[in-house]
């Protein structure tokens, strides 16, 4: 999402008409789904209405909205309890940045990195996809440093032995 300035700081509408594109692409890695991420991006969008004081006066509007995302995605899947996976594949969004070495790797792992637990893949997509660090991913999470750290090694654990198993 842009990074928006305390002076000139936007309404609500031309924030979100901005946001927009890299929220999306963020609820899709996280939700696997076009049609969860658009649901997931627009409650999102809603929340952020209704504490936009709070929004425009925090340090990073960004990272506020960035964090009522994480919280929503999760929030969602403790109440839903895991869903099974959907047959039909979907292919994710364009990155925001360059894309990183090997697309055809990266396109490979995309269905076990959908397959890991909610907050496993949080972790994942706000990591390497996101590429902010552990600290920037405690505050998305609302949890400690060392959490993310536990939380990122057993991701990276479960996508080892989901690649290894898938090579067979």
Same mark, same amino acid.
């Given at each position: 999402?842009?990074?928006?300035a305390?002076?000139?700081?936007?309404?609500? =509408?031309?924030? $979100?008409?901005?946001?927009w594109? !890299?929220l999306y692409?963020?609820?899709?890695? %996280?939700?696997?789904s076009?049609?969860?991420? &658009?649901?997931?991006?627009?409650q999102?969008l809603?929340?952020?209405?209704?504490?936009? !004081?709070?929004? !425009?006066?925090a340090?990073? !509007?960004?990272?506020? +909205? /960035?964090?009522?995302l994480?919280?929503?995605?999760?929030?969602?899947?403790? $109440?839903?309890?895991?869903r #099974? &996976?959907?047959? +039909?594949?979907?292919? #994710?969004?364009?990155p925001?940045?360059?894309?990183?070495?090997? #697309? =055809?790797d990266?396109m $490979?792992l995309?269905?076990? +990195? /959908?397959?890991?637990? #909610?907050?496993?893949?949080?972790?994942?997509?706000l990591?390497y996809?996101e590429?902010?660090? &552990?600290?920037?991913?405690?505050?998305?999470?609302?949890?400690?440093?060392?959490? +993310?750290?536990?939380?990122?090694?057993?991701?990276?654990?479960? %996508?080892r032995?989901?690649?290894d198993?898938? &090579?067979?």
């Amino acid at each position: 999402m842009p990074t928006i300035a305390h002076a000139d700081a936007p309404t609500f =509408e031309e924030y $979100a008409a901005a946001a927009w594109p !890299s929220l999306y692409r963020r609820a899709y890695l %996280l939700s696997g789904s076009h049609a969860d991420a &658009e649901d997931l991006a627009q409650q999102t969008l809603i929340k952020a209405h209704g504490a936009w !004081s709070k929004v !425009s006066d925090a340090e990073s !509007s960004d990272a506020y +909205v /960035r964090r009522i995302l994480t919280n929503t995605f999760l929030s969602a899947k403790r $109440a839903e309890g895991r869903r #099974p &996976e959907r047959l +039909v594949g979907e292919d #994710p969004p364009e990155p925001v940045g360059p894309p990183p070495d090997g #697309p =055809e790797d990266r396109m $490979a792992l995309w269905p076990h +990195v /959908r397959a890991l637990p #909610p907050r496993q893949r949080a972790v994942i997509v706000l990591r390497y996809y996101e590429q902010l660090n &552990e600290a920037e991913i405690a505050d998305a999470l609302g949890c400690s440093r060392g959490n +993310v750290k536990s939380t990122a090694h057993h991701a990276l654990q479960n %996508l080892r032995d989901a690649v290894d198993g898938s &090579e067979d």
